[in-house]
């Protein structure tokens, strides 16, 4: 009798362990999965988005993910935007096409943060109260930062990334590289997920503080408690994805998953 209650013990901890593990984050306002395919593929890091055609992106773009300076957001228009991913056998690839109405980038280093800025964490698909991630900034005039590492190099420009940036009548885009040489404890291949969460940073005043932070999740861009999104590296490349196809290959990836 003791014996078989310890293993009903160990089971059900096991399977409470599981379900946190591989829990999955919603939409705050839609309620759909937060989850982006990386596409295969190596784009030209030149801040001009027409490879990405075809591509799903993780969008943030309601009043339900302004996590910081809702009562200042006054719609799609002021701030928000569209994060593309792909990977090839040397890097993770991230692309930026954001709405802006007034681009202000006055900040330098470590501080871009407190004007427009896109925010990228990357981490392990799981929550973590312990808040360990990589953590770097991209600025639509080519500033670029890594603030959290995993690997204890953070607090300083990663010369490592390369990226490209352009003003548009809009906003702004951006594509970047990462080199997953440079992401060591993350698990990157086909098939395989990490934990993904992309941020926007913006200001209209003087550039001398944030007005707001709108993310992924709607909760505080560090906030791994329930876990960040989820990027499943695919196969697929973006122009094998059709438009009308673009929703079935995404839930093919999760079902794959999951």
């Not at 901890?13 to 999955?24: E, H, I, N, R, Y």
Request: net charge negative; hydrophobic share 40%.
């Amino acid at each position: 009798m003791y014996k078989v209650t310890v293993t009903t013990i160990i089971t059900i901890v096991f399977l409470c362990l599981t379900s946190v593990a591989f829990a999955q984050l919603n939409n705050p306002k839609t309620g759909e999965p937060l989850v982006i395919t990386c596409y295969r593929g190596t784009p030209t890091i030149d801040g001009t988005l027409s490879e990405w055609a075809g591509a799903v992106p993780a969008i943030v773009d309601v009043s339900e993910q302004v996590f910081l300076g809702a009562d200042t957001w006054t719609g799609a228009a002021d701030c928000s935007g569209k994060f593309y991913a792909m990977w090839d056998n040397n890097n993770i690839y991230i692309a930026v096409e954001a709405a802006e109405d007034k681009v202000v980038t006055a900040q330098t280093g470590g501080n871009i943060w407190m004007n427009d800025c896109a925010e990228i964490f990357f981490a392990l698909d799981a929550p973590d109260p312990a808040h360990n991630h990589y953590q770097f900034g991209l600025t639509p005039n080519g500033l670029k930062w890594n603030w959290c590492n995993m690997q204890g190099a953070g607090n300083a420009e990663p010369a490592y990334v390369t990226m490209a940036a352009k003003t548009t009548a809009t906003g702004y885009t951006m594509e970047a590289s990462f080199p997953i040489a440079q992401l060591a404890p993350l698990s990157i291949g086909a098939g395989k997920k990490i934990g993904f969460h992309p941020v926007l940073d913006d200001t209209d005043g003087d550039g001398s503080a944030r007005d707001l932070q709108i993310t992924w999740t709607g909760r505080e861009a560090h906030d791994q408690t329930g876990g960040f999104g989820t990027m499943i590296f695919s196969e697929l490349t973006p122009t094998s994805v059709s438009p009308a196809g673009k929703t079935s290959a995404v839930w093919g990836e999760i079902k794959r998953m999951y």
